[in-house]
């Protein structure tokens, strides 16, 4: 790309990373909001069914209505509850997926009149370490709900699901390590960039990324890794005592972390905004057609993810949790181990050749 652009100065850069951080909220709720709807589309399309189709045409207005209803409705609190964390519990499970969006590049940098304005809220040189920090943190909301509340069942729950997602982020991080390896670059923006100067990590580095999307669902609580919820034995897991809008937030930030997960997936292992085919995207001065393209194509891959987390769901069955564990401690761990030596030292003897 021509970089002689030349970057905003203080005032346009304050300006522009509010309007960024505004859009970016903006488009991020409504999306998760309307991801709740595609799972219900979704899955009635493979069961052959109607999925909501009263509430507006083809049932779009739903959504509004479950938010109305969820809100209306009367707040709960159990006796014996610690309040504080009670309170607290769903908006930390929430909160860390919705920061991680701040480092993630959507779209080819747009030329303005007051300079160059990158399409990332964040561009952090350390934005690869900064997503993976913060997105462990939501395990600890899930922690809490189950501890503050008091009831047996939801700290059942919460240790499950802590178990879970701790025993799957070490999987995680191994197979992200190999990214890191081949990038030479923990910036988010230099991965993608180097990505679109070769081939697409997803390629070459295949078994990785067969590991990170088989720890991102165990990392989001979906199917086949929906243990921690348990509807059947633990009567829903760490949020049976929460109810209304704060019940709410569960859901919601299951399906936040979804959409992350799909991003950073569309990021390390797709090449991000880049346009398969093409290196229309990649040369020449920034233009405000290559900012609106790269972004539709970053959009598209990420829906894909969504859309595939959707159909997992609805088409394989659950792991008893002796088996969901086992998989991760004696089969993805030793394998991410091993393909991780087998990397480090092809890149070795590369450099050394």
């Not at 790269?294 to 769901?313: E, L, N």
């Not at 792991?319 to 070795?348: E, H, N």
Request: charged share 10%.
């Amino acid at each position: 790309m021509d970089h002689t652009q030349l970057d905003p100065g203080f005032w346009p850069f304050v300006v522009f990373t509010v309007i960024k951080m505004l859009a970016i909220f903006t488009l991020y709720m409504v999306g998760v909001a309307y991801t709740t709807l595609a799972e219900r589309k979704i899955s009635g399309w493979i069961q052959d069914r109607h999925g909501p189709n009263r509430v507006g045409p083809w049932g779009l207005f739903q959504v509004l209505a479950d938010g109305v209803k969820n809100i209306m409705k009367e707040e709960s609190m159990p006796g014996g509850v610690n309040k504080p964390l009670f309170v607290l519990a769903p908006a930390i499970a929430f909160v860390p997926a919705l920061i991680a969006w701040a480092v993630i590049p959507f779209g080819a940098p747009m030329p303005t009149a007051w300079g160059r304005m990158d399409l990332v809220v964040a561009d952090l040189p350390i934005g690869f370490l900064f997503t993976i920090g913060i997105a462990s943190l939501g395990v600890y909301g899930i922690v809490i709900a189950g501890w503050s509340s008091n009831n047996k069942y939801s700290l059942l729950g919460g240790l499950r699901a802590s178990a879970q997602m701790v025993s799957y982020e070490i999987t995680m991080g191994m197979a992200l390590l190999c990214v890191l390896l081949v990038s030479g670059n923990v910036s988010l923006t230099d991965i993608i960039a180097q990505q679109q100067g070769s081939t697409w990590n997803a390629i070459i580095l295949s078994v990785a990324g067969f590991l990170f999307l088989v720890s991102a669902f165990a990392e989001t609580n979906r199917v086949p890794f929906d243990m921690p919820e348990a509807e059947s034995e633990l009567i829903a897991g760490y949020h049976s005592e929460y109810s209304a809008m704060k019940f709410s937030m569960f859901p919601i930030s299951e399906y936040a972390n979804m959409v992350t997960t799909s991003a950073m997936f569309v990021t390390l292992f797709l090449g991000g905004w880049d346009i398969p085919f093409t290196t229309w995207d990649s040369t020449g001065p920034y233009t405000v057609a290559k900012a609106l393209a790269t972004f539709g194509m970053f959009a598209a891959k990420t829906i894909f993810f969504v859309f595939f987390y959707i159909w997992v769901r609805w088409t394989l069955p659950r792991f008893r949790y002796d088996q969901l564990m086992s998989l991760g401690w004696k089969v993805m761990l030793p394998v991410a181990l091993v393909y991780l030596v087998l990397i480090s030292t092809a890149i070795v003897l590369m450099d050394m050749a």
